[in-house]
């Protein structure tokens, strides 16, 4: 098993919440659009589940397996309510998504801020 990058993993979470923060602006954009179906991206923990690791070989003899390409999946919203339209978005909803998304953003920032200065630190001394 390789070890996992702290700085790739947030890379990949930064760029899960952009696509996530573009599906979440496409529903407010849409929302007074007829029969428009708000879409989300499916949750950031299920893209690390599907995630292939890439195995290094070891040996000359062993094969390379390669490491899996990452995808964010749009999903359609299961929401029950409707307006009288047939538009599925709701304002509520979309802003709480944003504001989700806003908060991973900065959680994630942080996290690769301290990492760095830890690893600056690690390397001066």
Not at 39 to 66: C, N, W, Y
Not at 79 to 92: D, Y
Not at 95 to 122: D, Q
């Given at each position: 098993?390789?070890?996992?990058?702290?700085?790739?993993?947030?890379?990949?979470?930064?760029?899960?919440?952009?696509?996530?923060?573009?599906?979440?602006?496409?529903?407010?954009?849409?929302?007074?659009?007829?029969?428009y179906q708000a879409i989300d991206v499916v949750p950031f923990e299920q893209v690390l589940?599907s995630a292939k690791l890439a195995f290094a070989p070891t040996r000359v003899g062993h094969?390379?397996?390669?490491?899996?390409?990452?995808?964010?999946?749009?999903?359609?919203?299961?929401?029950?309510?409707?307006?009288?339209?047939?538009?599925?978005?709701?304002?509520?909803?979309?802003?709480?998504?944003?504001?989700?998304?806003?908060?991973?953003?900065?959680?994630?920032?942080?996290?690769?801020?301290?990492?760095?200065?830890?690893?600056?630190?690690?390397?001066?001394?």
């Amino acid at each position: 098993m390789q070890p996992v990058s702290l700085f790739d993993l947030a890379a990949q979470q930064a760029r899960w919440l952009s696509v996530r923060q573009s599906a979440v602006a496409g529903n407010i954009a849409n929302i007074n659009t007829p029969g428009y179906q708000a879409i989300d991206v499916v949750p950031f923990e299920q893209v690390l589940d599907s995630a292939k690791l890439a195995f290094a070989p070891t040996r000359v003899g062993h094969m390379p397996l390669g490491a899996g390409r990452e995808t964010f999946n749009l999903r359609q919203d299961a929401i029950e309510t409707t307006s009288p339209s047939g538009n599925s978005v709701t304002v509520e909803q979309e802003l709480v998504k944003a504001g989700e998304v806003r908060h991973a953003f900065e959680l994630n920032t942080a996290i690769v801020k301290s990492f760095h200065r830890m690893m600056m630190m690690a390397t001066r001394g």
